[in-house]
C-alpha cells in the first residue's frame, strides 16, 4: 500500500515513521486504510486517519473473554482499517511496547501504550514520593525499549532542598540512564523543560500513581485545561483517578503524549531484566563476594554485606533487589508455563 504525500504529512504528526515495522508491514498489504488507535474502551476503538477521530469496531475475536489481551490493539497502535466500513482488520508491528502482567489468578499481559519513544513517570514530592516504586517503574520501562523519564511533580510545594534531596536519592536511576525532572507541573515555564522531549514525531507515555499530578502536567503541556484535576487526600497524597482511559493527545510541540489512568500494581511480566534498572552496583558488588552461589546473608567473603555494613548500600535498595529478582523468576517460570500448555481454559 502507498501513502499519498499529503496524507504523509498527516500521519507524521502523529507519530509514523517510514522506517518503523508498522510502514514496512503497511506498504507490503494488499488493503486497508490506515490510522492509529487514540483510545480503547470495552465496546471498541476512537482512531485517527491524520484529518480526523472516530470510532471504529474491533474484529469479532477480540470481543470473546478468552482472546489474549495482548493480541488485541492497543492506545498508540497503527491499524489497518477496511476499506468500505469503519472496522479494525488488524494492528501492525510495534515497537516500544509497555505492558504490564494483569493482576488475577492466571497470568495474562496488559497493554499499557504502544510504538512509544519515552515513558513519563509522574511521581509527586509529597507522600507520593517512593523510591522503591520508581525503582520497579525503571524495570518494566527498561522492558519496553523506551526511554525512561522520571518527572518529579509539586517542587513548589515541597521547596528546593526536598527537591534536591530527592533527586540525590534517584542517583542510581540516573547512574543507570533514566533522566531525572523536578518541575512544578502548574507552571508553563517548569513544564518547558519537557518540550525538547516531545517534539515532532515523538510519542511518550505518561503513567503513575493517582494524585501524582499527571492530569496537571498534561494541561500545562497542551495549555489548556483538557483533563480534570481534583485535590489529593491529606493524609496520605493519594487522588482519584481523574483521567478514566488511555488516550493519545497531540502537543503544541509537535509530539503525541499517551495518558493513562493512576496505577496502583506494577506487576512484572516476566520479559523484563534487571540490567541497567538501577540495581548494576549491587549485581557488581555480588560478583566480588568469595562463593558463587553467595546469598549476601552471613557468607564469609560477602561482599554486599560488607557495603551495608559500611553505609556503602542502602538496605531498601537491596531488599527491593532481591523482591523484584525473586517476582520476577517466578514471573518467568510462569510465561514459560503458559508458552508451553497455552491460555487456561475457561469454565462453563
Known amino acids: 500500500m502507498q501513502i499519498q504525500p499529503e496524507q504523509?504529512?498527516?500521519?507524521?504528526?502523529?507519530?509514523?515513521?517510514?522506517?518503523?515495522?508498522?510502514?514496512?508491514?503497511?506498504?507490503?498489504?494488499?488493503?486497508?486504510?490506515?490510522?492509529r488507535v487514540t483510545e480503547q474502551h470495552r465496546t471498541g476503538y476512537v482512531v485517527d486517519e491524520g484529518e480526523r477521530e472516530f470510532k471504529v469496531q474491533a474484529p469479532a475475536p477480540w470481543t470473546r473473554g478468552n482472546f489474549p489481551?495482548?493480541?488485541?490493539?492497543?492506545?498508540?497502535?497503527?491499524?489497518?482499517?477496511?476499506?468500505?466500513?469503519?472496522?479494525?482488520?488488524?494492528?501492525?508491528p510495534r515497537f516500544g511496547v509497555l505492558k504490564r502482567a494483569a493482576a488475577g489468578e492466571h497470568y495474562k499481559q496488559q497493554l499499557i501504550a504502544t510504538n512509544i519513544d519515552r515513558v513519563l513517570v509522574v511521581c509527586g514530592l509529597d507522600g507520593d514520593f517512593n523510591p522503591r516504586r520508581l525503582e520497579r517503574y525503571l524495570v518494566l520501562v527498561r522492558g519496553s525499549g523506551a526511554e525512561a523519564v522520571f518527572v518529579l511533580t509539586k517542587s513548589d510545594l515541597c521547596g528546593d532542598e526536598n527537591a534536591d534531596l530527592a533527586l540525590e536519592t534517584l542517583e542510581m536511576l540516573?547512574?543507570?540512564?533514566?533522566?531525572?525532572?523536578?518541575?512544578?507541573?502548574?507552571?508553563?515555564?517548569?513544564?518547558?523543560?519537557?518540550?525538547?522531549?516531545?517534539?515532532?514525531?515523538?510519542?511518550?507515555?505518561?503513567?503513575?500513581?493517582?494524585?501524582?499530578?499527571?492530569?496537571?502536567?498534561?494541561?500545562?503541556?497542551?495549555?489548556?485545561?483538557?483533563?480534570?484535576?481534583?485535590?489529593?487526600?491529606?493524609?496520605?497524597?493519594?487522588?482519584?483517578?481523574?483521567?478514566?482511559?488511555?488516550?493519545?493527545?497531540?502537543?503544541p510541540s509537535g509530539g503525541c503524549l499517551i495518558d493513562t489512568p493512576g496505577m496502583r500494581e506494577l506487576k512484572l511480566t516476566g520479559e523484563e531484566t534487571l540490567d541497567r534498572t538501577g540495581f548494576d552496583h549491587i549485581e557488581a558488588l555480588a560478583a566480588q563476594c568469595r562463593f558463587r552461589d553467595c546469598q549476601h546473608e552471613r557468607e564469609p567473603g560477602c561482599a554486599v554485606q560488607a557495603a551495608l555494613d559500611a553505609d556503602q548500600l542502602d538496605p531498601g535498595a537491596l531488599s527491593n533487589y532481591r523482591k523484584l529478582q525473586a517476582e520476577l523468576e517466578l514471573a518467568q517460570r510462569t510465561l514459560k508455563k503458559r508458552e508451553r500448555d497455552g491460555p487456561p481454559r475457561r469454565r462453563r
Request: proline letters at 3%; charged letters at 25%; a positive charge.
Open 8 to 35: 504523509l504529512t498527516r500521519l507524521r504528526s502523529m507519530g509514523w515513521r517510514e522506517n518503523s515495522p508498522a510502514a514496512e508491514a503497511y506498504a507490503q498489504a494488499v488493503e486497508g486504510r490506515l490510522a
Open 69 to 92: 489481551p495482548e493480541q488485541r490493539a492497543a492506545v498508540g497502535d497503527w491499524v489497518r482499517l477496511a476499506e468500505a466500513e469503519d472496522l479494525i482488520i488488524d494492528w501492525l
Open 174 to 251: 540516573e547512574e543507570a540512564g533514566a533522566k531525572l525532572i523536578a518541575l512544578n507541573a502548574r507552571s508553563l515555564e517548569s513544564v518547558a523543560v519537557l518540550t525538547p522531549l516531545l517534539g515532532p514525531g515523538v510519542t511518550a507515555v505518561l503513567v503513575g500513581s493517582s494524585g501524582a499530578g499527571k492530569s496537571t502536567l498534561t494541561n500545562s503541556l497542551l495549555g489548556i485545561e483538557r483533563q480534570k484535576t481534583k485535590a489529593v487526600r491529606a493524609n496520605d497524597s493519594r487522588g482519584r483517578h481523574t483521567t478514566t482511559h488511555r488516550a493519545l493527545l497531540r502537543l
